[in-house]
């Protein structure tokens, strides 16, 4: 059965031959460290918040998409870090977008998107992020050592992605990565389960940072990955839907969740 991670896939391998890379880094400021972010944050859980304008399981997530204004306010709530989609036939997304949120937020930039190819390592620096997205599902074992080793390199930190035990097993065997983001949605059905995170996380080891990622919209969600000495949550859908960054962080961490 063809998956979406497949047709993703099949379309980056497309989009490779036509990938210019910038001869230079297209911003001034420095590189900020994701890790250090999320280990330091305000919150009780480093926050990832994502910009994301359209995504295969919910379609258009809002009309009034202005990326720059939306990190602003990001890093207004105490964001810990931004994910910025930069894929644009699934998500909508685009670099651009990126290199502009980078050049007006101090918040440490992930660049979410599907990396097969040492070019695109070498492009999302170029562009202006600070980390990258290597997601296990998608690349064999010593590719995903060899994009780690040279987004590190680079001077990037490198989140790793996983949604199951054996994906789990391949980085561990091959890399330490320094942030690990468990995925809880499944991508047969797109259904999110945050028990995806309980089952892995016990098999992570404690150094490296841990991030839950998808289906988390409130604070019994929240609750539930605090108990499991989970470092960071990746919230997309939940903040790009909320009119009120502020009040749906509270809703997270500080108001208890209506009955
Ligand atoms: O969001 C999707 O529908 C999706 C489908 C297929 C592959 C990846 C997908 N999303 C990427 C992400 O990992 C999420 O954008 C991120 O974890 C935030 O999730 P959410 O808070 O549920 O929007």
């Known amino acids: 059965m063809t998956t979406i991670l497949d047709r993703i896939v099949e379309k980056k391998k497309e989009e490779l031959s036509s990938l210019i890379l910038p001869s230079e ?9 994701l890790t250090d972010s999320i280990r330091n ?7 990832i918040a994502e910009v994301k304008k359209a995504s295969p399981s919910k379609g258009i997530l809002t009309h009034d ?37 980078k050049s007006e937020v101090t918040n440490p930039i992930l660049r979410k998107d599907f990396i097969i190819h040492e070019k695109e390592v070498s492009y999302s620096e170029r562009i202006g992020a600070d980390a990258i997205l290597l ?32 994906e789990l097993e391949k980085v561990l065997s091959h890399i330490t990565p320094h942030l690990i983001g468990v995925n809880n949605r499944n ?22 940072t841990l991030i839950s990622e998808s289906g ?8 539930k990955l605090r108990e499991l000495n989970v470092n960071g ?15 749906f962080v509270d809703s997270l961490f500080y108001v208890s969740d209506k009955k």
Not at 25 to 33: F, G, Q
Not at 73 to 92: E, K, N, P
Not at 216 to 223: A, G, L, R, T
């Open 233 to 247: 949550i990746l919230v997309g859908e939940g903040f790009m839907t909320s009119q009120n960054k502020q009040q």
């Open 65 to 101: 998409f202005n990326p720059v204004a939306i990190a602003k306010s990001y890093q207004s709530i105490g964001a810990a870090g931004i994910s910025v989609l930069t894929d644009q036939s699934f998500f909508q997304g685009h670099a651009d977008y990126l290199t502009a949120i």
């Open 41 to 47: 944050s305000q919150h009780p859980l480093g926050i």
């Open 187 to 208: 991508l047969s059905t797109f259904d999110t389960d945050l028990t995806t995170t309980k089952r892995l996380q016990q098999y992570i080891p404690k150094e490296i």
């Open 25 to 33: 880094r297209l911003v001034t400021r420095s590189k900020y460290s």
């Open 135 to 166: 997601i296990a599902a998608i690349l064999e074992s010593s590719q995903l050592k060899e994009l780690h080793t040279q987004a590190v390199e680079l001077g990037m930190d490198v989140l790793v992605e996983v949604h199951n035990e054996s």
């Open 216 to 223: 988390i919209h409130s604070k019994n969600d929240v609750d």
